[in-house]
């Protein structure tokens, strides 16, 4: 059975969109997952703040690394995010997932994501298929 490293480090090398945003690993345990990312000019949108498919696809990755962490290949049957305050260029945002419950076949996960100075920017929730897949 694969670490959570290693599945993640697997998900990743795989994930071309996660790379193109630039996003990082700070932290991996098993249904829990922390992420950095830095807020570059061309993800802002016409107010010239963070279009919000940014920070949902942080979350959206943060959700898909704890819920595979466990070593079941998950995939997302329902997400939905709040945006509570707007983000500027060059932020410096940290994502976290936490598992709030995990079945045989379905998770729920909450993504909290946070700027440089730790305000809460947005809350994402999210519902996972574990299927019986093994990474």
Same mark, same amino acid.
């Given at each position: 059975m694969k670490t959570p490293q290693e599945i993640v480090a697997e998900m990743m090398h795989l994930d071309a969109f996660s790379n193109w945003l630039g996003i990082e690993l700070i932290h991996i345990t098993k249904g829990r997952c922390e992420l950095k990312?830095?807020? /570059?000019n061309e993800m802002l949108n016409g107010f010239e703040i963070l279009h919000g498919g940014i920070s949902y696809s942080l979350s959206d990755s =943060? @959700? =898909?690394?704890a819920a595979n962490s466990y070593g079941n290949k998950c995939v997302s049957i329902e997400t939905s995010i709040s945006h509570? /305050?707007?983000v500027g260029p060059n932020e410096k945002l /940290? =994502?976290?997932a936490t598992e709030?419950?995990?079945g045989r076949s379905l998770g729920v996960y909450e993504v909290s994501i946070f700027?440089? @100075?730790d305000e809460k920017i947005s809350i994402f929730k999210g519902t996972v298929h574990?299927? /019986?897949e093994i990474w």
């Amino acid at each position: 059975m694969k670490t959570p490293q290693e599945i993640v480090a697997e998900m990743m090398h795989l994930d071309a969109f996660s790379n193109w945003l630039g996003i990082e690993l700070i932290h991996i345990t098993k249904g829990r997952c922390e992420l950095k990312m830095n807020v /570059k000019n061309e993800m802002l949108n016409g107010f010239e703040i963070l279009h919000g498919g940014i920070s949902y696809s942080l979350s959206d990755s =943060a @959700l =898909a690394f704890a819920a595979n962490s466990y070593g079941n290949k998950c995939v997302s049957i329902e997400t939905s995010i709040s945006h509570l /305050k707007p983000v500027g260029p060059n932020e410096k945002l /940290k =994502a976290i997932a936490t598992e709030l419950h995990r079945g045989r076949s379905l998770g729920v996960y909450e993504v909290s994501i946070f700027n440089q @100075l730790d305000e809460k920017i947005s809350i994402f929730k999210g519902t996972v298929h574990i299927s /019986k897949e093994i990474w």
